[in-house]
């Protein structure tokens, strides 16, 4: 450091400090430019991890990776091997999505268990576990991985202080949030999804997601409240066992109702004092209390919450029948557990059946993961948080019977659901189109902040560029905005605003590449989602050899109930009158159907 020798020339006179000023801004230009944080460049490949040294160096740590050299771009022989067979996802998805045929044949035979096997392994093994990096912790720390308060990261964060926002590529500012939304996300037109998905799905994807995807604003956006992260069924029960007591009847295990025009609904905040978000104008006797504290916001999300309070209840009575001698607490803790199995099973064999669109018939079976290495804990990352913004579902309006609301009617809407009842809200989501999410200008004005929220907070967390996400999860990096659009005219837009590439960010990167064929949403969200997902059901306790058996769900009845639950069970054991065609797709459109023939809304 030349420090000392510059004050002392500064010391000889006013005459020369121009010439002083001048090499001292030489001398401090070139230091900051030699200070750069190598890691800026994202220089370690293969998933190494890049430690800076001194002031301008850096090394990869390419342990276990399978590659070496000062990059980790040098494969060892059993790589080079294993890589020169490895097909790429793409490839896969061509499988899995067509060949109807030889899927009818696989589904019945012992390869449906081998290939479900298959899927989970590789799936689970791109999420690292235990858990790395947070938002505040670029490094593996005991604080990162003790503190659950904060989402994980599967990527840490860019260093600070780099060239450009995004490392060193791309302009030194990024885009407007405003405009990147407003340009490539604003719906012109509603688009309906391709695989024929319906609102059913889009309110089941909302309100499975809130149980772990609640973002602790107070905290700052890095923070979650969810400290199950996972499938606890904190959005039925609470995040709280104050807030589990309130909604709860302690008697046979149940919670608390109320019952309207003879059917059993949430009670109100009356009935269990805990905090429900509704606007001011709402009185107490029309704000129903449940788990998740948003989920008043539509009702949509209140009626899923009705079937699995019922759901609850019954579970409660088939138990009670069974073990007249267990108290409340054996009752409530059991029929929970049920209820999380339930909820697994559903997710993977309708819900995740009906997005990926494969023909290989998926199965929750817990026993597939025992003979191997997996690890039963969990914890929800950003990234899976930012890739789940699926606003492009919701429709124009809401069209229940044959009344069409807007937004401005069916958000907060407090009476919707004991005016219609839970089967004819159900009739009405099952026949309505959701909206295709992926490569479409498709998120609704009414909704379309939320996305540029979503924009914003990925630059407050410093989230790296989208090719390096594809690297993380086995894709090929794009080499260019048209070969994520697929088209020349967006590609254009993209490249003026981005400046380069390699500066593109994470979830617009994720709406706007285009969609597979006939597909809801493109490779990379497929691709990052799945393991994300699958590790989040997988890696439940439930799931584990020590509690996955008859007793632990009272026996086996209660066995039995989470081995043959289903979106239809769910809705039709707790209603009068089973609504027709309960499902997460639209009548008439059936996975068989759906590769080979798309059906527009206006034909049904
Ligand atoms: C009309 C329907 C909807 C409205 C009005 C709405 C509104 C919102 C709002 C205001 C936020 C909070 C944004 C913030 O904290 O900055 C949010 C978050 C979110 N929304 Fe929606 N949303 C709707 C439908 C959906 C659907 C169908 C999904 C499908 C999965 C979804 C997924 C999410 C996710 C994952 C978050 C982040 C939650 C968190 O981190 O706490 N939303 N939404
Ligand atoms: C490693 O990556 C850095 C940064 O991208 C690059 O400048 C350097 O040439 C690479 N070194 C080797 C040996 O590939
Ligand atoms: C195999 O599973 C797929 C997906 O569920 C389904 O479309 C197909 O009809 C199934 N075939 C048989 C024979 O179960
Ligand atoms: C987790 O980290 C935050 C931020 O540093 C801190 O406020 C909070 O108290 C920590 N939580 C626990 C349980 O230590
Ligand atoms: C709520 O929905 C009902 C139909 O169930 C409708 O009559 C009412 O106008 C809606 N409320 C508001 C505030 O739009």
Redesign the pocket.
Known sequence: MPGPELSSFMMTGASSSLLVLLLLNTLLLAESSAAVDPCCYFPCQHRGVCVRFGMDRYECDCTRTGYYGPNCTIPEFWTRFRETLRPTPGFYHYILTHFKWLWDIINNTFLRDMLMKIVLTVRANLIPSPPTYNSEYEYISWEAYSNLSYYTRILPPVPADCPTPMGVKGNKQLPDPQIIAEKFLLRKQFIPDPQGTNLMFAFFAQHFTHQFFKTYGRMGRGFTKGLGHGVDLSHVYGDTLDRQHALRLFKDGKLKYQVVNGEVYPPTVLQSPIHMNYPKNIPSEKRFAVGQEVFGLLPGLMMYATLWLREHNRVCDVLKQEHPTWNDEQLFQTTRLILIGETIKIVIEDYVQHLSGYFLKLKFDPEMLFGIQFQYSNRIAVEFNQLYHWHALMPDTFDIQDQKFSYE?FIY?S??LL??GVETLVESFTNQHAGQIGGVKNIHSYILKVAVGVIEESRLLRLQPFNEYRKRFGLKPYGSFQELTGEEEMAAELEELYGDFEAMEFYPGLMIEKAQPNSIFGESIVEMGAPFSLKGLLSNPICSPIYWKPSTFGGKTGFDIVNTASLQKLVCLNVKKCPPNVAFHVPDFNLGKSHLRRKPSTEL
Do not use: G, L
Request: charged share 15%.
């Open positions: 009617s809407n009476s919707m005016d219609y």
